[in-house]
């Protein structure tokens, strides 16, 4: 009797130490990041909700990993980087603000040659990933003025902003701040006006 009991002992420790591995491995902490991921879900859903054009985007399912979804990654299964590049999404930077700049664990977003229009704005209210470092807009028709970039001003982590072949106007007189400590910002072939200043259009600020 008694070696039966040891066996059966070690066999639910065993099974103890297997559950808490699988739970260790899944995420640091199962329940909030499947809560996150739920979220994650939500807010590409909204995003492809928001398109003019529904037949966009066609693997991004309710109630599916939104890892699977084409063009996101994931880390610990939170939505890290976006890249939808090509797609005509014929959307502007408030809604791509409101739902996509603004998920939890975001770091990259690439959005090239994606009918983008309109000013370079953010969502009010909406708070940007503090862990979004990359951003990438080129090729594009995004329209106003270049100073507009402070709008991004909540994306306190941004290094790298792609802005180049829009519509943006940049005159060489206005030096504003933008406000954002980038290390690379790409201005080439915008409509550069002014007086014949000498500008780098891919500036490094830092
Ligand atoms: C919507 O997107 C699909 C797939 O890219 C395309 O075939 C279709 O022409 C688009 N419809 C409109 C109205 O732009
Ligand atoms: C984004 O996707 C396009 C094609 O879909 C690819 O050519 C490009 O290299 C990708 N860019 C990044 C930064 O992953
Ligand atoms: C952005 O697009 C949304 C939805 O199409 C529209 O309601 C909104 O007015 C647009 N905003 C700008 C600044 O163009
Ligand atoms: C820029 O976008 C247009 C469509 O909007 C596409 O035809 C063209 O190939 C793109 N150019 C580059 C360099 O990606």
Known sequence: MKPHIAISN??????????????????????SSSSGTYRDT???????????????LPS???????????????????VSSINISTIPLSTNLTIVSTFLMTLDALESLTLKSTGLTGPISFAAKSKCSPLLTSVDLANNSLSGPISDVSNLGSCSNLKVLDLSSNLLDFNAKDSARFGLSLQVLDLSFNKISGPAVAVDPVQRLQ
């Open 10 to 31: 070690y066999f639910f420790l065993l099974l103890f130490l297997l559950s808490q591995l699988q739970s260790f491995s899944a995420t640091p902490s199962s329940s």
């Open 42 to 56: 939500q807010q590409l859903l909204s995003f492809k909700d928001s398109l003019p054009n529904s037949t966009l």
């Open 60 to 78: 991004w399912l309710p109630n599916q990993n939104p890892c699977e979804f084409s063009g996101v990654s994931c880390k610990l299964n939170r």
